[in-house]
T-cell receptor, first 109, second 113 residues
Framework: DAKTTQPPSMDCAEGRAANLPCNHSTISGNEYVYWYRQIHSQGPQYIIHGLKNNETNEMASLIITEDRKSSTLILPHATLRDTAVYYCIVRVAYDKIIFGKGTRLHILP | DVKVTQSSRYLVKRTGEKVFLECVQDMDHENMFWYRQDPGLGLRLIYFSYDVKMKEKGDIPEGYSVSREKKERFSLILESASTNQTSMYLC????????????FGPGTRLTVT
């Protein structure tokens, strides 16, 4: 079973920041939080990952709470092309990742 | 850019046929993976490989086998296809174990009739 909990769907207006939450209350100290997304009819795409500190790259920002029990992926200026299913993943073991059901993000024009 | 290619986007096979799904990556990655994706179930790991000729079972290996004779190529084999193996199959490759970033191919939608 996936170790994360995400809302099944969310809406965001185009041009606004999309904030996608994820709960991972049983995360272990050496486990990373990863985010992927899957646009319709494509394979999943890596977005960002982090351990303890907040992270930012050209696609998004990742905010991890101090107790590491939850995190938020932020897409700063959502566009219609960001419509996708977003997966929050915690690395279960040394050698595999379990994908949950994700959040379906709808960007509204 | 990393590129992961899969041999077919769409495939239709009959029950009992032996099916080969091929995956090739061009970034010299050590690790390669096969997943299937079904509505309501998300992505599930079938098999993975961390080196040539090495393989490990994932969460749902039953009914599948794999082959990795060359670093860049990872094949998924359905020995005797069944209708419950109708699914989207996704191949991925990745580099180091610490960051565990994975790059996915476009997927093969397999229908078994």
């Amino acid at each position: 079973d996936a170790k994360t909990t995400q809302p099944p769907s969310m809406d965001c207006a185009e041009g606004r920041a999309a904030n996608l939450p994820c709960n991972h209350s049983t995360i272990s100290g050496n486990e990373y939080v990863y985010w992927y997304r899957q646009i319709h009819s494509q394979g999943p795409q890596y977005i960002i990952h982090g351990l303890k500190n907040n992270e930012t790259n050209e696609m998004a920002s990742l905010i991890i709470t101090e107790d590491r029990k939850s995190s938020t992926l932020i897409l700063p200026h959502a566009t219609l092309r960001d419509t996708a299913v977003y997966y929050c993943i915690v690395r279960v073991a040394y050698d595999k990742i379990i994908f949950g059901k994700g959040t379906r993000l709808h960007i509204l024009p | 850019d990393v590129k992961v290619t899969q041999s077919s986007r769409y495939l239709v096979k009959r029950t009992g046929e032996k099916v080969f799904l091929e995956c090739v990556q061009d970034m010299d990655h050590e690790n390669m993976f096969w997943y299937r994706q079904d509505p309501g179930l998300g992505l599930r790991l079938i098999y993975f490989s961390y080196d040539v000729k090495m393989k490990e079972k994932g969460d749902i290996p039953e009914g599948y086998s794999v082959s990795r004779e060359k670093k860049e190529r990872f094949s998924l084999i359905l020995e005797s296809a069944s209708t419950n193996q109708t699914s989207m199959y996704l191949c991925a490759s990745g580099t180091d174990w610490v960051s565990y970033e994975q790059y996915f191919g476009p997927g093969t939608r397999l229908t078994v009739t």
